[in-house]
């Protein structure tokens, strides 16, 4: 039980008195054990994930593997898979790590701001995903698109981009899971660098996209058990709401001498070690009476901003979320995306609220170098559950790095299968030479994972400053893909000067911002949220604004869709998902409609109006915490049912086909199917 000595020198009786961070250089586990799930678990998915993709292809109706298929997952993905591998694809370890790290700096708006920042690219997406079954149904990446309506400069740009996208998401991915895995077991992180892409490696390489979706599933399922055992503890098991809520309100009441007393060798203020804004402890600046209960903040807002910004460029400039898109039946396409974005939402909302708000409440010695390489929701799971904790964490971030690393190791592989090898070096190849290229493009891309995020590492980068510079690279592609799927005038010349405008325009804003606010040009003021808000707002705004000007004033172009589709070739003449029946015109258009209505509503309702709603509260009071709360565990747990269940029941009748396959004994003979099937009619007739 908690008592006020608690409230007033909450490190006293915790064991961290006089402690520097909260690692302190010393891992709460041991060695091995990192070890064990780095290697023992990869070579534990790449097996489970290879066995089900041969059991579906011995027992059930999959045919043999053919690039399109290795490429596609055959077009026919169903909405519950689609959604899942929509959640596993955007998991990515910042989700995990940066929003607890945002929920230690701004507080209540921290999570809130990155799941809304974050899930609203997912929903609108899925406009660009039903626009492609309708205008490029055969397309196997977006560059076939950029290249079959823009052409070769075009093409060559929006790889550059689109590269670019890849590198930095699995760069960031390692660069936070190595810096986790380091911590809390005392692994280095560049060894766990270059192994974690091997549990990556054998399953993506064998079963191609089927594997990767396979595996997505398994990874989701357990990034939500652990999330809601996450939950539990802080706000049922261990704590309460209205503790978590004092414990928040007495963290901003702490004086200057307070706090120093508080981080002290000795107790003294004369032993202090405390430097204001290295650990949470007194007001938040920018915060409504700088309080972490409030959703008035000025720095959550600007996070958010960023957040926005920069996600656009992640998710549309991405080949993996374009490749989900393209591997999911029409009608799933749509509502994938949605169910996807929606229960994706609670991954970041659901943990931070718990895992980060419970690390300022509780003020553990977490140092802001700690947060910023991701190491909050560690610390406070170690805290609460001692090494059990440290290691759902580690396992939930694994899970999140390998499937995240699958999916983008699929789209690197397609990307230079189809983008570069069949369009420039072999026109003509066949199906088998481009699954071969398919096959080494992601082990080599594998092996050299690792060697980015040890780059960044030693260029002194973390994981928040490379969070928030990711826009400033990407962003600029992002309108001018939008309009290639649904504005017929947009021009092909006009697409490639805006990218190239808008990156260069966006990096001379953030090196000059940096400047201007501090006088210099350092990696830490290049990393002030002020500055690198400029940055991704010039690049994303500045190359659409520069889009829109050449399309209609310079280069005006009237595009007619229809063509695009037979522009596109296939490799075998594999018609899987391109039916009559997946191309029906109705089932587009009234798909389209339904998702641009309700993808435009929830954007609105979670980046605008929500907010607004919040304001008037100012600093929560004690119900309305409670309530908000009450919120992030409902939605945590609504969550990991539809994300658990949906894609089972979608798959019963596969699943029985296989299952009736692999033990005969299980299906009824023929003679008693047709008993039981006159025993309904009699019952029916009696009826």
């Known amino acids: 039980m908690t008592t006020m000595t608690d409230i007033v020198r909450p490190?006293?009786?915790?064991?961290?008195?006089?402690?520097?961070?909260?690692?302190?250089?010393?891992?709460?586990?041991d060695e091995w054990i990192g070890y064990l799930v780095v290697l023992g678990f990869g070579a534990l998915f790449s097996i489970l994930t290879s066995a089900i993709v041969m059991i579906g292809k011995v027992y059930g109706t999959s045919s043999g593997m053919t690039s399109e298929h290795f490429n596609t997952a055959g077009r026919m993905v169903k909405t519950g898979l689609t959604a899942s591998v929509i959640v596993s694809?955007?998991?990515?370890?910042?989700?995990?790590?940066?929003?607890?790290?945002?929920?230690?700096?701004?507080?209540?708006?921290?999570?809130?701001?990155?799941?809304?920042?974050?899930?609203?690219?997912?929903?609108?997406?899925?406009?660009?995903a039903i626009s492609l079954k309708t205008v490029a149904p055969r397309a196997h990446t977006f560059l076939e698109i950029v290249n079959a309506r823009w052409g070769k400069p075009a093409h060559l740009t929006f790889m550059f981009f689109g590269f670019a996208a890849n590198i930095i998401v699995t760069?960031?991915?390692?660069?936070?899971?190595?810096?986790?895995?380091?911590?809390?077991?005392?692994?280095?992180?560049?060894?766990?660098?270059?192994?974690?892409?091997?549990?990556?490696?054998?399953?993506?390489?064998?079963?191609?996209?089927?594997?990767?979706?396979?595996?997505?599933?398994?990874?989701t399922v357990i990034i939500f058990m652990v999330l809601i055992t996450m939950i539990l503890?802080?706000?049922?098991?261990?704590?309460?709401?209205?503790?978590?809520?004092?414990?928040?309100?007495?963290?901003?009441?702490?004086?200057?001498?307070?706090?120093?007393?508080?981080?002290?060798?000795?107790?003294?203020?004369?032993?202090?070690?405390?430097?204001?804004?290295?650990?949470a402890c007194g007001e938040i600046d920018g915060n409504a009476e700088g309080s972490y209960l409030t959703m008035v903040s000025s720095g959550g807002l600007m996070f958010g901003i960023i957040n926005i910004v920069g996600n656009f460029g992640t998710v549309f400039v991405d080949q993996s979320y374009w490749q989900s898109a393209i591997a999911a039946q029409p009608a799933s396409a749509a509502k994938g995306?949605?169910?996807g974005g929606i229960c994706w939402f609670?991954?970041?909302?659901?943990?931070?609220?718990?895992?980060?708000?419970?690390?300022?409440?509780?003020?553990?010695?977490?140092?802001?170098?700690?947060?910023?390489?991701?190491?909050?929701?560690?610390?406070?799971?170690?805290?609460?559950?001692?090494?059990?904790?440290?290691?759902?964490?580690?396992?939930?971030?694994?899970?999140?790095?390998?499937?995240?690393?699958s999916a983008e190791s699929i789209a690197v592989s397609s990307l230079v299968s189809y983008d570069i090898y069949r369009q420039y070096i072999n026109p003509e190849a066949t199906g088998a030479q481009i699954l071969k290229v398919s096959r080494v493009v992601i082990v080599l891309f594998g092996l050299i994972m690792g060697g980015l995020s040890i780059l960044l590492y030693e260029m002194g980068l973390n994981l928040g400053w490379v969070y928030l510079f990711m826009g400033i690279v990407i962003g600029s592609a992002v309108m001018p893909l939008w309009f290639m799927m649904t504005w017929s005038k947009a021009s092909g010349t006009g697409a490639v000067v805006a990218a190239w405008s808008g990156f260069i325009?966006?990096?001379?804003?953030?090196?000059?911002?940096?400047?201007?606010?501090?006088?210099?040009?350092?990696?830490?003021?290049?990393?002030?949220?002020?500055?690198?808000?400029?940055?991704?707002?010039i690049a994303i705004l500045g190359s659409g604004f520069i889009h829109i000007v050449w399309s209609?004033?310079?280069?005006?172009?009237?595009?007619?869709?229809?063509?695009?589709?037979?522009?596109?070739?296939?490799?075998?003449?594999?018609?899987?998902?391109?039916?009559?029946?997946?191309?029906?015109?109705?089932?587009?258009?009234?798909?389209?409609?339904?998702?641009?209505?309700?993808?435009?509503?929830?954007?609105?309702?979670?980046?605008?109006?929500?907010?607004?709603?919040?304001?008037?509260?100012?600093?929560f009071s004690r119900n309305y915490f409670a309530f908000w709360v009450l919120v992030a565990i409902a939605w945590g747990f609504g969550s990991a049912i539809i994300i658990t269940v949906l894609p089972i029941a979608e798959s019963q009748d596969e699943l029985g086909t296989i299952l009736s396959a692999m033990f005969p004994f299980l299906a009824p003979d023929e003679k008693t199917e047709k008993k039981l099937m006159a025993d309904n009619d009699d019952e029916g007739e009696a009826a």
């Not at 989700?95 to 929903?123: D, E, M, R």
């Open 505 to 537: 325009l966006a990096l001379i804003g953030w090196i000059a911002g940096a400047h201007i606010q501090s006088g210099e040009v350092t990696i830490a003021s290049l990393g002030t949220d002020e500055v690198m808000l400029s940055g991704n707002l």
């Open 337 to 339: 995306y949605l169910l």
């Open 346 to 405: 609670a991954i970041p909302f659901s943990l931070a609220t718990s895992l980060g708000l419970a690390s300022t409440a509780l003020m553990l010695p977490i140092t802001a170098d700690e947060a910023g390489r991701g190491l909050v929701p560690p610390a406070v799971a170690t805290h609460l559950l001692g090494d059990t904790g440290a290691v759902l964490i580690l396992v939930m971030l694994f899970m999140a790095i390998v499937s995240t690393g």
């Open 171 to 219: 760069s960031m991915l390692l660069l936070g899971g190595a810096a986790t895995v380091e911590a809390l077991t005392g692994m280095d992180y560049r060894l766990a660098s270059f192994l974690i892409p091997w549990g990556v490696i054998f399953y993506t390489s064998v079963g191609g996209l089927h594997a990767t979706f396979l595996a997505s599933y398994i990874h």
């Open 89 to 128: 694809q955007w998991t990515w370890a910042a989700t995990l790590l940066q929003s607890s790290n945002v929920a230690w700096k701004y507080g209540v708006s921290g999570p809130f701001w990155y799941a809304s920042g974050a899930t609203i690219q997912v929903l609108l997406f899925g406009v660009l």
């Open 11 to 29: 490190l006293t009786g915790y064991g961290y008195e006089g402690q520097k961070s909260f690692f302190g250089g010393e891992a709460p586990l």
């Open 552 to 619: 209609l004033l310079i280069d005006p172009t009237d595009y007619d869709f229809a063509e695009l589709n037979g522009k596109i070739r296939l490799v075998e003449q594999d018609m899987s998902g391109l039916g009559e029946e997946q191309q029906d015109a109705k089932l587009l258009a009234d798909s389209h409609r339904w998702i641009t209505r309700r993808g435009y509503i929830l954007s609105f309702v979670l980046i605008i109006l929500w907010p607004i709603l919040s304001v008037p509260a100012g600093k």
């Open 233 to 279: 503890m802080v706000y049922i098991k261990i704590y309460s709401t209205d503790q978590i809520y004092d414990f928040l309100d007495h963290t901003v009441t702490r004086t200057l001498d307070e706090c120093k007393t508080i981080y002290s060798t000795d107790g003294t203020v004369e032993g202090t070690f405390y430097e204001p804004g290295k650990y």
